[in-house]
Structure formats: structure tokens, C-alpha cells
């Protein structure tokens, strides 16, 4: 079965795309979409050097769902396009891939959940791209937990400490702005860390946090953020996410329970323990002693790349894609549904909300839509509304 792919957006995530893509024989790219007919030529001069043959070159979907053989499209545009150019795919009847974020305003998002749920009694495919979700760290640490492995989840620590320049910001005029980027650090840099704290954690009952633009200017979001959040079982988290760690950190998830805890930094596992079913452990514990991780990544087939370059092999996004093609050849749900992406999205509205807000909001209060009308702003100049 040849699944026949239009990517939408030439850009550096659509060259990811790809790549991706090239690797598996089941597919073929047909089409290339972007409003630079430039940037569209030059991704298929890649594509048909890589030995596939060449796209075909649009500059919109209508005109590629007329002009071409179309079966997935995939959505690599800045955030703020996403909803309308992804309702435009689902309506033409063709599964939907959409690179995260799932779009900058949450009740647009909560538009196309409602489609994709339509679109799936239809045998449509519509799914979002957060590829850590299938690294084998990430895959051994959910299995953990759903294992009930590590006991009560009490706390979590997710650190995303980036660096980007002035330059990256200047570079478009959409990038650090509400209506393209609908956000910063938290947004751009880390909503795929606040999904991974989501699927391991829960789902949030309440979000208190503070945002700051401090080292970067002439952008309307935050380069830094902090939070605390409250989960449903009353375990505990902080996350916190910046552009401003010259000259960058790695990605850092810390995940403590009753009987166990796993730490994923830079998407491996440097750390994971689990006791033993029955055991008291010890009293004053192991002090990052008795590190299990080695044993269960050997649980895992070694990966056939290494993806020292994301550009020509990004193994997240092949990993996912894996997972789509299988939902499309099988007719199921891909792994990372459009509603799991309603929530990391919803998540970081409410870190927004609540910087803005300089108080503690409800994360079903955010899903619900009692903020909507509410214009999100960096903490900087945020009002204080405490009685």
C-alpha cells in the first residue's frame, strides 16, 4: 500500500518531515506547498537528489488536492496556520499531520479536535507530531508508570534550558509574536516536555506560574518561564522553560515516586530504579545509587541509526511515523490523538493565564474556555489581581 504525502511548509520542519519520510519504501512524497515558490523547488531538488522522485510544486492545498495524488498531508507552517490549513485537509478527506504546537489559540484547537473525532468514524487519520513521546526513555518510563513500577508519582522536575540568539527571533517577523509563535519558551521550545510531563503525570488540576522576557528584544513573548503544577492523584510539579541558558542545556525530566524514580536527560534514560515488588527499600535511601537504566533500555532492539544530524535522520519523527503509517495501513487512532494535544496546548495557555493573571488557575477552568477573552502577556508587565 503506497501512501501518497503533501507537506505543506518548505521550511527547516518540512525538510524534517522529508527525511523522515524517505525512510520508509510505503510512501511517496507528490507534493510540496508553500506560499515561496523558491522554497518549495528547493526542497524537491533535495527530495528527487535523495533518489525518490520528484514532487510536484504548489503554492497552496487547494491547488495540490487538485493537481496531485494525495492521500496525507502533512503541516509544517508556523502554529498560528495550523487549525485552518488542517480543517482544510480533514474536509478534502485526506489524513492530517500536524507538527506541534497543535495551533496558538485553544479554542481553534478544540475546533479540529471535534473534526478529527468526525474524521475518525470517516477512517481519517489526524494526529500531531511529539516525537519524545516514542525515544525508548520516554516509552520506558511510561511503561513504568502504567506498571504501577515506581509507586505514588509524588513530584517531577522538567527543565528545558535553550538558547537562541537575537538573530534566531529576528530572523522572521512572525517568531516572537503571539499571533504566529502564541507564545516562547514554553510554547515553542517546550510544549513537547510539557506533553512528555503530561502522558508520565496526569492530568492537571491547577497551574501557578511567573514569565519573563530578559534577554532577548523587540519580541512580544517570554523567553523564561516558571511553574508549579498540581496533578489529579495530588502529585507535584515544577517546569520550567528558557531561551535564555547560553549557551544551552539539555532537556531534563525528573520523575520521583514511592517506589522508584527515572531521570531522561537529553532523550536517554541516565537514570531509572525501581524496587523490587514487596521490598522496603532502604531507609535513608540510595542517593542516585543502584542505577537500573542500562537493563531497561536492553529491553529495547537496538536503533539500525544514530540521528547525530535531525536534518538527515530524525529518528523521533521516524519513530512516529512508524506509529501513523501503522494507523492508517489499520485503520486505528495514531499513538498521540489531536485531544492529547489539546492538552499539552491547554497546559501551556494556562501557564500563560496564570503569569498573566499573577495567580493560580484551574487547568478544566482553561479547557473550558473561561479565560478565552483574556490577552496573554509576558509577567513583566502583567497586572496584579490578588484581593
Known amino acids: 500500500m503506497s501512501i501518497r504525502v503533501a507537506i505543506t511548509g518548505c521550511g527547516t520542519i518540512g525538510r524534517t518531515h522529508a527525511a523522515a519520510l524517505n525512510e520508509f519504501e510505503e510512501t511517496e512524497i507528490t507534493a510540496l506547498v508553500d506560499a515561496s515558490a523558491e522554497a518549495a523547488e528547493t526542497l524537491a531538488d533535495s527530495i528527487e537528489k535523495s533518489g ?35 480543517l482544510e485537509v480533514l474536509a478534502a478527506g485526506k489524513h492530517v499531520v500536524i507538527e506541534k504546537p497543535l495551533d496558538v489559540d485553544l479554542s481553534r484547537a478544540q475546533e479540529i479536535e471535534a473534526a478529527a473525532q468526525v474524521a475518525a468514524a470517516q477512517g481519517l487519520v489526524a494526529t500531531v507530531i511529539s516525537q519524545h513521546r516514542f525515544d525508548e526513555a520516554s516509552i520506558a518510563v511510561a511503561s513504568a508508570v502504567s506498571a504501577g513500577r515506581l509507586g505514588t508519582l509524588t513530584s517531577a522536575i522538567a527543565s528545558v534550558a535553550w538558547w537562541r540568539s537575537q538573530g534566531y ?90 517506589q522508584g524514580s527515572a531521570v531522561v536527560d537529553n532523550d536517554q534514560l541516565q537514570y ?70 489539546v492538552h499539552a496546548l491547554a497546559a501551556v495557555r494556562a501557564v500563560y493565564i496564570s503569569a498573566t493573571l499573577n495567580q493560580p488557575v484551574l487547568f478544566d477552568d482553561v479547557l473550558a474556555g473561561k479565560y478565552n477573552d483574556l490577552q496573554v502577556r509576558t509577567g513583566t508587565d502583567a497586572p496584579d489581581v490578588r484581593s
Not at 523587540?218 to 547560553?246: P, Q, R, W
Not at 547525530?308 to 495501513?329: C, K, M, N, S
Open 169 to 258: 527571533y529576528d530572523s522572521g517577523d512572525w517568531r516572537g509574536t503571539w499571533a504566529m509563535d502564541g507564545g516562547g519558551a514554553v510554547m515553542n521550545q517546550g510544549v513537547h516536555t510539557v506533553d512528555l510531563l503530561l502522558w508520565f503525570m496526569g492530568r492537571p488540576v491547577e497551574i501557578n506560574a511567573r514569565t519573563a522576557t530578559l534577554a532577548h528584544a523587540g519580541i512580544e513573548v517570554e523567553d523564561t518561564a516558571v511553574a508549579t503544577v498540581t496533578f489529579g492523584n495530588g502529585g507535584l510539579a515544577v517546569l520550567h522553560a528558557t531561551t535564555a541558558a547560553y549557551p544551552g542545556l539539555t532537556v531534563r525530566l525528573q520523575l520521583m515516586g514511592s
Open 52 to 86: 525518490r522522485t520528484r514532487p510536484a510544486t504548489f503554492t497552496s492545498q487547494a491547488e495540490a488536492f487538485a493537481g496531485a495524488a494525495v492521500d496525507l498531508v502533512v503541516l509544517a507552517t508556523p502554529s498560528g496556520l495550523h487549525i485552518d490549513q488542517g
Open 272 to 341: 531509572f530504579h525501581a524496587a523490587d515488588p514487596g521490598a522496603e527499600g532502604e531507609s535513608m535511601g540510595l542517593m542516585g545509587g543502584g542505577n537500573q537504566a542500562a537493563e531497561e533500555i536492553a529491553k529495547f532492539p537496538a536503533e539500525s541509526h544514530t540521528p547525530e544530524d535531525p536534518t538527515v535522520y530524525p529518528g523521533g519523527h521516524v519513530r512516529q511515523y512508524r506509529d501513523i503509517l501503522g494507523a492508517i495501513r489499520e485503520g486505528r487512532a495514531a499513538g498521540v490523538t489531536i485531544t492529547d494535544a
